[in-house]
């Protein structure tokens, strides 16, 4: 008979913000792990762990705050922000495993769903071999944008294409050209560009400018209705709704 091993590390997915769209499995991971692991910026608590706060209060004994070197002021294409990065993400993985090689439970607090554009996946992927990991999906920041915004975003034959805004313009405009619905995450910044974008491939008047779905916080916007000179924070996305076939 195989024995099986105790699963002492999970990435969990806690949904869009509202924490009423956290699932079943994350609240139960979330109220018996031993050690809350959650990104952030220095001096700042992360959008993940203020999600938990619905479900567990601040215990200092039990979190473990990885704080990033460097977030947004390093373009993610510089050979500075690998530099700065990699060690982190190294740091930060051999931390994780002497706290479970302890025997404790570990549960890394992912905003959306862990396998989606989530810091996550590289302590997953240096980990993966290393010790048992759970991974339990959420509800994403997209479908909670799409959801609130009441715009189903296929019907149909519908193609969705999902793209960060971080791209350059001219492969935000390939990946978009001929789409029939689209997801742009990652705006920040990258807002005037995409704005472009979207004017160029014909997706502009569909689109829906959508911040922190689901939360208290929650902004949606058609975005010919956005000011030009709208500051979008990164975590913010356009949805672009198809137009497929209907019965």
């Known amino acids: 008979m195989t024995t099986q091993v105790p699963i002492r590390l999970f990435g969990l997915g806690l949904g869009p913000g509202n924490p009423d769209y956290m699932t079943v499995r994350a609240r139960k991971v979330l109220e018996s792990a031993d050690r809350l692991v959650h990104f952030c910026k220095r001096g700042r608590r992360g959008n993940a762990r203020t999600i938990a706060d619905a479900i567990v209060g ?6 473990i705050a990885l704080a990033y070197p460097v977030t947004t002021e390093i373009p993610a294409g510089h050979p500075d922000y690998a530099a700065a990065l990699n060690p982190f993400y190294e740091e930060a993985a051999a931390r994780l495993l002497a706290e479970v090689e302890t025997g404790r439970t570990l549960a890394v607090l992912c905003e959306g769903d862990p396998f989606f554009y989530g810091s996550f996946m590289h302590l997953w992927w240096r980990l993966k071999d290393r010790v048992p990991i759970e991974v339990v999906p959420a509800v994403t920041a997209m479908s909670g944008a799409w959801t609130r ?3 189903p975003i296929t019907w149909g034959d519908d193609v969705l294409t999902v793209v960060p805004g971080t791209l350059p313009e001219a492969e935000l405009t390939r990946r978009l050209s001929g789409t029939d619905a689209a997801v742009v995450m990652k705006l920040g910044s990258h ?5 472009a974008v979207l004017k160029s491939t014909g997706l502009f008047e569909r689109a829906i400018y959508v911040e922190r779905a689901t939360m208290a916080e929650e902004k949606i916007v058609p975005l010919p209705d956005l000011p030009e000179d709208f500051d979008a924070p990164y975590f913010s996305l356009i949805i672009v709704p198809g137009q497929g076939r209907r019965v």
């Open 191 to 195: 807002l005037p560009k995409v704005r």
């Open 58 to 63: 601040q215990n200092p004994e039990r979190e």
């Open 149 to 151: 915004a009441g715009a």
